[in-house]
């Protein structure tokens, strides 16, 4: 639960970076008139399609989430517009949270993989390279 709310403070809005002189946020909920809390839109600066189709396939995993898409206004921009519905009385937020946290395991497991193998085979090598003197 703590993770939740330190995510939610994060992803709220106060993650900001300095682009020519102002803030700017890296995280903003655009909210269209007439939706409720179940259906939320966010645009994600400096991202691409990897985060975009990485965060959209760990959303949609959740089967109380009606729909979950992405996109990109253009190539050379770097923002993602993703937008999910949820189904019944549960936040769109909170997929978005739980899809944000799951992604961030799995990166953080492949990593300590790879350093694990990497160790590994400087370990053998290291061996062999003893072993011929």
Same mark, same amino acid.
């Given at each position: %639960?703590?993770?939740?709310? /330190?995510?939610?403070?994060?992803? #709220?809005? @106060?993650?900001?970076? %300095?682009? /020519?002189?102002?803030?700017?946020?890296?995280?903003?909920?655009?909210?269209?008139? =007439?939706?409720?809390?179940?259906?939320?839109?966010?645009?994600?600066? +400096?991202?691409?399609?990897? @985060? =975009?189709? #990485?965060?959209?396939?760990?959303? %949609?995993? *959740?089967? /109380?989430?009606?729909?979950?898409?992405?996109?990109?206004?253009?190539? #050379?921009?770097? +923002?993602?517009?993703?937008?999910?519905?949820? !189904?019944?009385?549960?936040?769109?937020?909170?997929?978005?949270?739980?899809?944000? *946290?799951?992604?961030?395991?799995?990166?953080?497991?492949?990593?300590? +993989?790879?350093?694990?193998?990497?160790?590994?085979? +400087?370990?053998?090598?290291?061996? !062999?390279?003893? #072993?011929?003197?």
């Amino acid at each position: %639960m703590e993770d939740d709310q /330190e995510l939610a403070r994060k992803v #709220s809005g @106060l993650k900001t970076s %300095m682009a /020519e002189g102002e803030r700017k946020t890296a995280l903003e909920m655009v909210q269209a008139a =007439g939706t409720g809390r179940h259906c939320v839109a966010r645009v994600l600066h +400096k991202e691409n399609q990897t @985060l =975009g189709n #990485s965060l959209h396939y760990m959303i %949609m995993k *959740n089967l /109380e989430v009606e729909f979950c898409g992405y996109t990109t206004t253009h190539p #050379s921009e770097s +923002k993602i517009y993703l937008r999910i519905q949820t !189904r019944g009385a549960l936040p769109a937020v909170e997929p978005f949270q739980r899809g944000l *946290n799951e992604l961030m395991n799995v990166c953080q497991h492949v990593l300590d +993989k790879f350093e694990a193998s990497i160790k590994e085979y +400087k370990d053998q090598k290291a061996c !062999r390279n003893e #072993s011929t003197f």
